[in-house]
C-alpha cells in the first residue's frame, strides 16, 4: 500500500508518516459552514429532501412534533427555549429553513393524498432568490404590549445592520412558570447583502421602556 504526503516526510523505523503540521493546514484551509446565500437548483432538491425524509418517518402526532421542533432549533440563535423559555432567542428564517419546510410540506400531503406530491419549480426558484433572510425575535416582558416598537439592529464587530423592515409585535401572551409574565415576538427582514453571513453576530434589541436583549448569532452553525 502506497501513501501519500501533502507535505514533509518522516520514515521512522521504515514506516513512512506525514508531518502534522501540514494536515492541520489542509484542515484550516477547509471552508468554515455558514448561512447559505447561494443555493443551485440541485442543491435546492437536496434541502428539500432532507425536509422530506424525517417527516415521512414521522408517523404519530408526537412524531411530526419531534421533527418540527428539531426543524426549529437547527436556525435557533440566542436562548435555548428548553432551557431557559424566557431568554432572548431568534429563528432565522434562511433559504435552507424554507426549503426544508417545504419538503415537509410535500410529505405530509403525500401521506395525506397516498400520492407523490412535489412543490412546484417556481415556489422553489422564488425561495432560491429570495434576497432577503426573515427572523422571528422571541423575549419576554411584564406588561402584554412592552414589544410593541422595538428596534432591531445586527453588529458585526463595528458594523450596524439595519434591517429592512420590522414586523408588528404580537399582543404578550402569559407565560407559563417564573420570570417575566408575558411572552411577544416579532420578525425583522435582513438583507442578505448588507451582512456577513459567515462573521460572529450579535442582535440587539432595543425596547420602548430602555431595556435591551442581546442574541448572540454564531452563523457559522447556521446554513
Not at 417527516?55 to 440566542?78: C, F, H, I, W, Y
Not at 412535489?118 to 432568490?129: G, L, N, Q, T, Y
Amino acid at each position: 500500500m502506497s501513501v501519500r504526503c501533502l507535505t514533509s516526510v518522516a520514515r521512522v523505523g521504515g514506516v513512512v508518516t506525514c508531518a502534522v503540521v501540514g494536515l492541520l493546514t489542509v484542515v484550516g484551509l477547509q471552508p468554515v459552514l455558514a448561512i447559505d446565500v447561494k443555493l443551485s437548483a440541485a442543491e435546492a432538491q437536496k434541502v428539500l429532501e432532507a425536509g422530506r425524509a424525517p417527516m415521512e418517518k414521522a408517523n404519530t402526532p408526537e412524531d411530526v412534533k419531534k421533527v418540527l421542533q428539531q426543524a426549529s432549533m437547527v436556525t435557533r440563535v440566542g436562548a435555548d427555549p428548553e432551557k431557559d423559555p424566557c431568554g432572548a432567542s431568534a429563528i432565522l428564517r434562511t433559504k435552507r429553513y424554507r426549503l426544508e419546510a417545504f419538503g415537509r410540506q410535500e410529505a405530509a400531503e403525500s401521506k395525506k393524498r397516498k400520492t407523490d406530491v412535489r412543490m412546484p419549480d417556481e415556489f422553489i426558484k422564488k425561495v432560491v432568490d429570495m434576497p432577503n433572510m426573515e427572523m422571528e425575535v422571541q423575549l419576554c416582558g411584564d406588561d402584554e404590549y412592552f414589544a410593541e416598537g422595538a428596534l432591531i439592529e445586527l453588529q458585526q464587530g463595528s458594523k450596524r445592520v439595519k434591517p429592512i423592515d420590522i414586523g408588528k409585535a404580537e399582543r404578550g401572551r402569559k407565560n407559563e412558570g417564573s420570570g417575566p409574565i408575558y411572552r411577544s415576538r416579532f420578525t425583522a427582514l435582513f438583507a442578505y447583502e448588507t451582512f456577513d453571513p459567515t462573521a460572529a453576530s450579535v442582535f440587539v434589541v432595543n425596547l420602548q421602556d430602555g431595556k435591551e436583549a442581546r442574541i448572540a448569532a454564531d452563523f457559522s452553525k447556521v446554513k
